[in-house]
């Protein structure tokens, strides 16, 4: 993306960007997403580095791998871009996390190794011994609910998680990425949407993550009964925590359904923040990944 030396911006520094279409010169204020840590997380944007109009959109170029500089934890996020008033939306390069001048990532921070209580919440979640985004204990797992994330009562609560930063929601592609920060914000990780749409059922955005299948319904009709149904058995299927998030809703055969298999539905209010709309919504709310 042309030659010269190209830095990565600090963070909290703005960034010149031009536009290649109407040459128009803009100052850019990189996104700050929350890292499971508690820290915020600002993609390293390139300085120098020309933006790129973006003329077709694949999923492999939405996202951009970030490294956490307090916990050396590495994240997808959504990619930088800025609209310019000509009409453009322009792609601002972010510096690749290998060529990322920063240390080797080191344990992410938590209580003892092997302890029971660090499994519990999203801060633990990273490299609790059941794995990323798998909840600890089998008394109540996929095989039996179509979520794992329903845990026994006598376990302890999730630790304390730093506040939920929210998108606001202005477009299609705004729920879809307050849905996957929200899922990241829980402690599930590596949460991504797959190239491959494996479902015509419902015109959700499927989201995927290690032991996660998430659906995430952007329009303005109510999700209904085979939709709810059919996250469930998908869920059921790979043995993975299955969560369901909607703009506009649940029918009331949906919400009866996923009460008794105990999949969490979740609704998006303007701001990009998730409400629990059922009780295992609650639970996983209250208890992360």
Partial sequence: ????????????????????????????????????????????????????????????????????????????????ELGCPCGTVLRVPVRPVTAAASPPRPPAPGGPAGTGAKAAGPAGAPDGPAGPGIPQGTDATSSTTGVSTVRDASQPPAAARPSFNPVTIRTARDVVTAAALYLRWLGFREVVQPEERRSSVTPAVELRGPGLVAQVDPTTRPVPLRAVECLWLEGLASSSAAVYFSLAGYEETSRA??????????VMDLTGTPQPVNTPADDLLARGA
């Fill in 1 to 80: 993306m042309g030659g010269g030396t190209k830095g990565a911006i600090a963070v909290g520094e703005n960034v010149p960007v031009r536009c290649p279409a109407c040459r128009r010169a803009h100052m850019y204020v990189p996104p700050v997403y929350p890292c499971a840590c508690g820290a915020p997380v600002v993609p390293p944007l390139m300085r120098g580095a020309p933006a790129e109009p973006i003329t077709h959109r694949t999923w492999t170029d939405e996202w951009v791998t970030v490294r956490c500089g307090a916990c050396g934890r590495q994240d997808q996020w959504p990619q930088p």
């Fill in 257 to 266: 359904r996923a009460d008794g298999v105990g999949l969490p539905l979740f």
